[in-house]
């Protein structure tokens, strides 16, 4: 069985990295969209630019399985996106420290040749410990997570930030659900597990 070419929407190392571990080659376009959140849900924002996303980079590969997705972190009903910067890093840990949290990674999958396309949210619950301020220095002098929603990496030394895990899929939480995808990839008649 041939498969398609599969494109990844996203320029992220992190769910490029999660995706290698489908072992199914692949290219990257980044969408490179308008991330601004509108009045909605954070879950809804991260639903919308993953599909946002992967429509994008479809309508440039045709013939492509494209693979769209975004992650918004919540908490208290604040949304927190990318930190940028060692001082808004700085905030989101705080306001975190103490706190459960809700990282929702929006997922889409559009199939060549109008086949078809999935879109879904994955959450996952985040119990973050009460970390001092020296803590929090500590770690974003180490690891400097600004290019991650929450500023924390689970799959990193920003677990010692983490109290307690809550998910149905563990990449989730990193940014790209691989459960989730290879359900989408099922369905949509690209099996990854299919002879190659």
């Known amino acids: 069985m041939s498969l398609p070419p599969l494109v990844l929407a996203s320029g992220s190392r992190y769910r490029r990295e ?16 308008d991330e601004t ?8 924002t991260a639903l919308r630019l993953s599909i946002l996303k992967a429509e994008t980079v479809a309508a440039r590969h045709p013939d492509a399985i494209v693979i769209g997705s975004d992650q ?25 420290r103490g706190r459960v949290a809700q990282f929702h990674s929006g997922l889409c999958v559009i199939a060549p040749r109008g ?3 999935r879109a879904e949210v994955v959450t996952t619950t985040v119990r973050f410990r009460d970390v001092s301020d020296a803590q929090i220095e500590s770690y974003l002098r180490i690891e400097q997570p600004y290019d991650c929603a929450g500023s924390a990496k689970a799959e990193s030394l920003g677990i010692a930030l983490l109290e307690r895990i809550d998910s149905d899929d563990p990449t ?15 369905a949509l008649g690209h099996p990854v597990l299919s002879p190659r």
């Open 18 to 33: 999660l995706l290698e571990r489908l072992q199914w080659p692949f290219t990257v376009d980044a969408a490179d969209v």
């Open 37 to 44: 959140a509108i009045d909605e849900v954070p879950a809804d």
């Open 72 to 96: 918004v972190a919540e908490c208290e009903g604040h949304a927190f996106g990318k930190p940028g910067s060692h001082e808004a890093a700085t905030e989101q840990l705080r306001r975190l």
């Open 115 to 117: 086949i078809g396309r």
């Open 172 to 186: 989730a939480l990193i940014g790209l659900p691989l459960i989730a995808l290879v359900s989408m990839l099922d």
